[in-house]
């Protein structure tokens, strides 16, 4: 296992950098993929880690019954159907349909959701992943609907995190929950396995206020054509399938992405990301201010207490 001792945590140092001027280049992961020992009380079994630690992600089905599955596609169906009650700031709409395709800082919006990123099956896995204590740096519910579910280009998140929202280390899982079968055909997430071990550090200064535009189309932050090509050439793409209630875990600095949907079978989801305490934001590492609260968690982290038990609405 991966278990190397870090580098020693600062505000002022940056073993990460990105947004370069002259040209992108490659470096190696400096932190470890799994920060615990795995022993026979671990939340995942071995092989799961061990898959985890090679691949940078780690696909788990059946965790929740069916009544959990169908609750959670239910309320989050109505909080799509108004968005009442959530302010603009965390809704998303389509520019012609004033549909709600994103709402942020989900775990406020909806007691279901909340209880959903306390569950056990998730934060305890993600503290097992992180070796700490963890919060929630960003929640959300993405709809991606039929016949115009747009693209998201290959990216790092650990890239966008570190750069604009100041989080110092590679010590960040990503839990996203399938809301709605996700097959070949809809668009499902797109991963290189393997791809984790390198950082990319990216061409191109921030723009003033970048999330603006990112959030419709990312183009700063991404890699170039040439080092997906490397990557992929190398490692392969995988897509992470599976049906409705999967969960898919993946490390943050893992290269993915997903194609548009023009089926008539639209694609949705949970998204939780997982933070250590001990990796909590410091000023951006490569932009003049940081993105706002329902991108990135800036208040004082609250660790999250992993609860057993049955999902309930309530």
């Known amino acids: 296992m991966n278990l190397q001792t870090p580098p020693g ?10 947004r370069l001027a002259d040209e992108e280049r490659l470096m190696p992961r400096q932190d470890p993929v799994i920060w615990s020992e795995w022993s026979e009380t671990a939340p995942i079994s ?27 596609v239910e309320t989050a169906d109505k909080l799509r159907e108004t968005g009442e009650g959530i302010p603009d700031e965390d809704l998303i709409r389509e520019p012609e349909s004033q ?19 306390c569950d056990d099956r998730l934060a305890g896995v993600a503290q097992f992943l992180l070796g700490d204590r963890v919060y929630l740096h960003q929640s959300r ?17 650990f890239e966008t995190w570190h750069a604009e929202d100041g989080m110092p280390r590679m010590r960040a899982v990503s839990a996203s929950v399938l809301l709605t079968d996700n097959g070949a055909h809809n668009g499902p997430l797109m991963l ?20 603006r535009t990112s959030l419709k189309r990312q183009e700063v932050g991404v890699p170039q054509p040439e080092t997906i090509e490397k990557l ?16 898919i875990f993946f490390e943050c600095n893992t290269l993915h992405g997903s194609n548009g949907n023009i089926t008539p079978d639209p694609r949705a989801n949970a998204f939780f990301v997982y933070n250590a305490m001990s990796n909590a934001l410091t000023s951006p590492y490569a932009a003049d201010k940081p993105r706002p609260g329902f ?7 609250e660790a999250i207490r992993p609860m057993s038990g049955k999902l309930t609405e309530g």
């Open 9 to 18: 945590q600062t505000t002022t140092r940056d073993d990460y950098p990105t």
């Open 295 to 301: 991108l990135a968690n800036r208040e004082t982290p």
């Open 46 to 72: 071995r092989a799961e880690a061990d898959s985890y630690i090679d691949n940078g992600y780690l696909i788990r089905r059946d965790l929740f019954s069916g009544d959990e599955v169908q609750m959670l």
């Open 141 to 157: 519910l993405n709809y991606k609907p039929g016949f115009a579910g747009k693209e998201f280009y290959w990216h790092s998140d």
């Open 192 to 211: 290189v396995p393997g791809s984790h071990e390198t950082f990319i550090c990216c061409l191109g200064e921030t723009p003033d206020a970048n999330f």
């Open 232 to 247: 992929a050439g190398k490692h392969g793409i995988d897509a992470a399938e599976g049906p409705t209630g999967t969960v």
């Open 99 to 117: 549909a709600v395709r994103t709402i942020f800082r989900l775990d406020r919006h909806s007691s279901a959701f909340r209880r959903l990123a």
